[in-house]
């Protein structure tokens, strides 16, 4: 018999109650917990034993993994309870876009089986075969589009994207970089390709006017990337795509003075969440590269749409 006293000194600590909220939801391993309560493992699993030896949850095996789930000992009375604490609890928003983004990794086999093919190209020489080479072949398969590039610096990305698109709109916030970007443009015959001048955050851009929203490496930049997404959704037509590049969160903290980052990168449960929160549908994040040398910085991908 479950033990109140025991029961309600558990439900006391606040992640064990996340946990609680968390399994009467989805059974999750204990690298999915992790993930999500943004916890080491060690932790985690004292507190799922402390749980399971109250009867609380119970756990299943299944090939190398364990699953976790609420016992089925547990009577409504109590489960209702755990919800609506949980619900109460200032995590319950992150802890639900965690575990949307856990359980679409899970289901994501297409992704992980991409992520190994991925790995083997350009390990073995080719002529002529290059991420390079195919980065330009897929540019060219991009239908006529409006894009705004926010952020976009000297505009490398904005010229190679212009060769196909209906109208590039280029933004940033440094005088030097757009006048050396409309330069370029102009040297090159961009007439598709317009510089501006302004902040992210507030891009001179018309409202509904764009087909795609693009950060590269531009959001940890922003002072508040919140109110940066907030205003590329505005300027987005009903439909229109965001996509973001940016890095993962990192501890290098000699970025803000090499680079002038003002984040230190982005978890893909930090950026799923600013994203949702900013009135985007149907986002999807996921890690697309990892550098080979030290610090060894990561690149996210994020999409959505208006």
């Known amino acids: 018999m479950l033990s109140t006293v025991k029961i309600f000194k558990l439900l006391a600590d606040p992640t064990r109650l996340r946990i609680l909220r968390l399994l009467q939801e989805e059974e999750l391993t204990v690298a999915e ?8 493992q060690s932790r985690t699993s004292a507190h799922l034993a402390q749980l399971k030896a109250e009867g609380l949850v119970a756990d299943r095996r299944a090939g190398k993994h364990i699953f976790y789930t609420r016992s089925g000992a547990v009577p409504d009375g109590l489960g209702d309870l755990i919800r609506r604490g949980g619900d109460e609890l200032p995590e319950a928003s992150q802890d639900a876009a965690a575990l949307k983004l856990a359980l679409g990794k899970r289901q994501d086999k297409a992704g992980e089986y991409f992520n190994r093919l991925a790995g083997k190209f350009g390990r073995t020489y080719v002529p002529g075969r290059s991420w390079r080479a195919l980065a330009h072949g897929l540019l060219r398969l991009l239908p006529p589009m409006v894009i705004a590039d926010l952020g976009a610096g000297e505009g490398t990305l904005s010229q190679l994207l212009a060769r196909t698109a209906r109208k590039v709109i280029a933004i940033d916030n440094s005088p030097a970089m757009v ?77 803000r003075t090499l680079y002038a980052h003002v984040w230190l990168g982005f978890s ?5 969440r600013l994203i949702e929160k900013a009135g985007f549908r149907d986002a999807e994040v996921s890690v697309v590269s990892r550098e080979s040398r030290a610090p060894h910085f990561q690149t996210v991908l994020a999409t959505a749409r208006k």
């Open 268 to 272: 893909e449960v930090e950026l799923l």
């Open 33 to 40: 917990l992790q993930q999500i309560l943004g916890m080491g």
């Open 179 to 255: 006048e050396f970007g409309s330069k370029l443009a102009a040297e090159h015959g961009f007439g598709n390709l317009e510089y501006r001048l302004g902040d992210i955050d507030d891009p001179p851009i018309k409202l509904a006017s764009v087909d795609l929203a693009l950060f590269s490496q531009a959001l940890h930049h922003a002072a508040s990337p919140g109110k940066a997404l907030a205003a590329a959704r505005r300027i987005l037509k009903p439909g229109g795509r965001l996509m973001v590049f940016d890095l993962l969160s990192h501890s290098f903290e000699q970025a």
